[in-house]
Nanobody
């Protein structure tokens, strides 16, 4: 059974940092892309960062570029989202996601939520002064 469990959320002041973790089990973790999404109240779920399976290339959207860094440790089956210089607009529930277990397409990144079959329960990040 595929499981993804996020942790590391909490309350931060503007300019502070948080590190989110995603613990994965039930699939060949290193072979598949892992993405981070976030959803603010009343908003659509937004893909913000992704790291490919295999070669581990990371991507993120412009609004977090230079502030958020995505990494993975395949030996520990963990993905991390280091979030620096947090802003109030970063407030949201953050989710990690994995694609369907297709060895041909599962390595590639996408910011589209329907490209992912497996989701964690989410972790709340609140940025407020």
């Amino acid at each position: 059974e595929v499981q993804l469990v996020e942790s590391g959320g909490g309350l931060a002041h503007p300019g502070e940092s948080l590190r989110l973790s995603c613990a994965a089990s039930g699939f060949a973790f290193g072979d598949y892309a892992i993405a981070w999404f976030r959803q603010a109240p009343g908003m659509e779920r937004e893909g913000i960062a992704c790291i490919t399976g295999g070669d581990g290339r990371s991507y993120n959207i412009d609004s977090v570029k230079g502030r958020f860094t995505l990494s993975r440790d395949n030996t520990k089956r963990m993905a991390y989202l280091q979030m620096n210089d947090l802003k109030p607009e970063d407030t949201a529930i953050y989710f990690c996601a994995a694609p369907a277990l297709d060895p041909e397409y599962g390595r590639t990144c996408s910011y589209i939520a329907r490209a992912y079959s497996f989701w964690g329960q989410g972790t709340q990040v609140t940025v407020s002064s």
